[in-house]
């Protein structure tokens, strides 16, 4: 059975840091892309961050870049996702998500195969 758990959400203030950990159980982690995704309310799912575990691609959304870093630890099966500096627009629900050797397109869409079930990021100001 494929599972995606997500932990480390939680309230911070803005300027704080935050680590997300996702990990991962069920399937061939290296063959697979793990990306972090977010939705605040009322606004459409985004994507976050994603990790090609294959060769270790990494890539950001815009918002993100130089605050936020993926990290993959394959030996326990675990995705980080390292927030610093954040901000109250970074709040949202936040979900990782796994893609066999997934690229860029499909991360954009939300095209993933498995998804974990969210962990709740606050941002105070």
């Known amino acids: 059975e494929v599972q995606l758990v997500e932990s480390g959400g939680g309230l911070a203030q803005a300027g704080e840091s935050l680590t997300l950990s996702c990990e991962a159980s069920?399937?061939?982690?290296?063959?697979?892309?793990i990306g972090w995704f977010r939705q605040a309310p009322g606004k459409e799912r985004e994507g976050v961050s994603y990790?090609?575990?294959?060769?270790?691609?990494?890539y950001y959304t815009d918002s993100v870049k130089g605050r936020f870093t993926i990290s993959s630890d394959n030996a326990k099966n675990t995705v980080y996702l390292h927030m610093n500096s954040l901000k109250p627009e970074d709040t949202a629900v936040y979900y990782c998500?796994?893609?066999?050797?997934?690229?860029?397109?499909?991360?954009?869409?939300?095209?993933?195969?498995?998804w974990g079930q969210g962990t709740q990021v606050t941002v105070s100001s």
């Open positions: 998500a796994a893609a066999m050797n997934a690229g860029r397109g499909r991360w954009l869409n939300g095209e993933y195969d498995y």
């Open positions: 069920g399937f061939t982690f290296d063959d697979y892309a």
């Open positions: 990790i090609r575990n294959s060769d270790g691609f990494t």
